[in-house]
């Protein structure tokens, strides 16, 4: 059995870290924007596990590698001085590194889902015009193999319909908080309001 870092982290850290997740909340915001499938609690874990793995790691190695580098006596307190914050150092660029890194990869996947804008909305309109349900509508766009991003989103929407018992709509709401394309979001928010409001799909 596979066992990924976060989860073992998770199971190492998970309760102790419960006090530290609401000042992490932007981040469970861009692990879904990511579309990272790793739980909110796993990742903080991992990302708290991993920065202090690497303060270990350069308090092992740097009281002897700086004598080394930079002539110093190694009983000296300077050496240790220099190693604790070097070593300090480390760990919170590893912490900020983990942190950043869901927000790098959810603006990636803003670009190709925009790109591919246009041929969605047209593959939407088509479907809509020939009477397809919107549930089935959803279903074909989270199969289309081709536009991976764009799949992964309307996938979650099914998700949450299919495993859930979601409504669409309400679905479609919950999911676009989340989506890194604010125009996508535009589109499927104003496509729920155009179903409530009894408005034509089609024409919208």
Same mark, same amino acid.
């Given at each position: ?25 932007? $981040? ?7 579309? *990272? ?9 991992? *990302? ?25 006596? =190694? $009983? ?7 190693? =604790? ?120």
């Amino acid at each position: 059995m596979k066992i990924e870092p976060w989860t073992y982290a998770y199971k190492l850290l998970g309760k102790r870290i419960q006090k530290l997740l609401p000042h992490f909340k932007d $981040l469970h915001i861009n692990l879904k924007k990511a579309g *990272m499938q790793i739980a909110f609690q796993a990742y903080v874990s991992f *990302m708290i596990l991993t920065s202090i793995t690497a303060f270990i790691v350069a308090m092992l190695l740097l009281p002897f590698s700086l004598p080394i580098i930079m002539h110093i006596n =190694f $009983l000296s307190a300077g050496n240790f001085l220099l190693s =604790f914050m070097f070593a300090a150092l480390s760990s919170v660029f590893t912490l900020i590194l983990i942190y950043v890194y869901p927000g790098i990869k959810g603006s990636n996947r803003r670009i190709p889902i925009e790109v591919n804008l246009p041929y969605i909305s047209s593959f939407l309109t088509l479907l809509s015009s020939s009477n397809v349900s919107p549930r089935t509508i959803f279903r074909s766009v989270a199969r289309i193999d081709t536009l991976r991003e764009v799949r992964q989103e309307f996938s979650n929407v099914v998700r949450d319909i299919e495993v859930f018992g979601q409504d669409l709509l309400t679905s479609i709401l919950e999911n676009t908080k989340y989506t890194p394309s604010e125009r996508l979001r535009e589109i499927l928010t104003g496509y729920v309001a155009t179903v409530r409001t009894g408005g034509d799909p089609t024409e919208y």
